[in-house]
């Protein structure tokens, strides 16, 4: 088992930053990739970024990429989701989601492959 715990979410203004934490504990000497996802009121998950956990080889949406960038601290089991140049439709919930096993790349950003998932943060950008 894998438990994801995530933090930093809040309101900000339009052209504000925010950083998104997702701490893992549990049996995290199995996680392959890590992802973050996202979900405003209405739409479907939206895939958001990637990142493989070992070759620590990052993957962004093409709607985040240039202003958000996914990261990890292996020593703290945590992956980091920096957003900069936030706009009101990046309001959403946040989720990070862990896998365990092996996936081609052009998989993680289906939320379908993960194992686990956080709880999710709420991230509201103001106009």
């Known amino acids: 088992q894998v438990q994801l715990v995530e933090s930093g979410g809040g309101l900000v203004q339009a052209g504000g930053s925010l950083r998104l934490s997702c701490a893992a504990s549990?049996?995290?000497?199995?996680?392959?990739?890590m992802g973050w996802f996202r979900q405003a009121p209405g739409k479907e998950r939206e895939f958001v970024a990637a990142?493989?956990?070992?070759?620590?080889?990052?993957y962004h949406a093409d709607s985040v990429k240039g202003r958000f960038t996914i990261s990890r601290d292996n020593a703290k089991n945590t992956v980091y989701l920096q957003m900069n140049s936030l706009k009101p439709e990046d309001t959403a919930v946040y989720y990070c989601a862990a896998r365990t096993s092996y996936t081609s790349s052009s998989y993680l950003a289906g939320g379908d492959v993960y194992d686990y998932w956080g709880q999710g943060t709420q991230v509201t950008v103001s106009s």
């Open positions: 990142l493989r956990w070992g070759a620590g080889r990052t």
């Open positions: 549990g049996r995290t000497f199995s996680i392959y990739a």
